[in-house]
C-alpha cells in the first residue's frame, strides 16, 4: 500500500460498511509494514464542504464507481487485516489538494495551540508528533522531517 491509493476499509462502529477510504499514512511507515494504517473514509453522500471534503470523480484510474469525497474530518486507525487491496490511486493534483486540505490548521477545541497542524503525517519539516495531532509544542516525540517517499 502507498499513501494516495484508494482501497476497501470495513471501519468499526457506525462507519462499518465497506467504503472507499484514501491510505494517508506516510509512505516510509508503509513500508516498514505496521499492523496498522491511516486512512481517510470516501462517502458518496455528497456535501458542499470545500474545507472538509475533496471531492473526486469516478475514472479508470481511482476505480471509483460514483463521485465520492475523501472525508478530512472522518481519519482512522485501522487494523491492516480491515484493509483491501488497492482499487485505484489518487491523480498527483488530487494528492496535492488533500495534502492541503489535511495540512490546514484545525484545532481540535478553542484552547488549543495555534500551530496545530491537523494530522502529522504529511511532508512536513521539524513537526513534533502527539498523537494524532501534529504540534510545535514540547513534550512530543520530533522528527526533523517526514516525507511519502
Known sequence: MRRGDI??????GDFGKPRPAVIIQGDSLNRAEPGSTIVALMTSSLRDAPL?????????????????????NRILTLKTDRIGTPIGRLSDNQTVELNRLLARKR???????????????????????????????????????????
Open 7 to 12: 482501497v476497501t476499509v470495513v471501519a468499526p
Open 107 to 149: 484545532p481540535a477545541n478553542p484552547n488549543t495551540t495555534p500551530y496545530t497542524a491537523g494530522f502529522g503525517i504529511f511532508n512536513i519539516s521539524g513537526v513534533r508528533f502527539c498523537g494524532s495531532r501534529a504540534s510545535m509544542s514540547s513534550g512530543c516525540r520530533a522528527f526533523g522531517s517526514v516525507s511519502n517517499r
Open 52 to 72: 472538509l471534503r475533496l471531492t473526486i470523480d469516478p475514472s479508470r484510474e481511482n476505480g471509483l464507481e460514483k463521485r465520492s469525497q475523501i472525508q478530512t
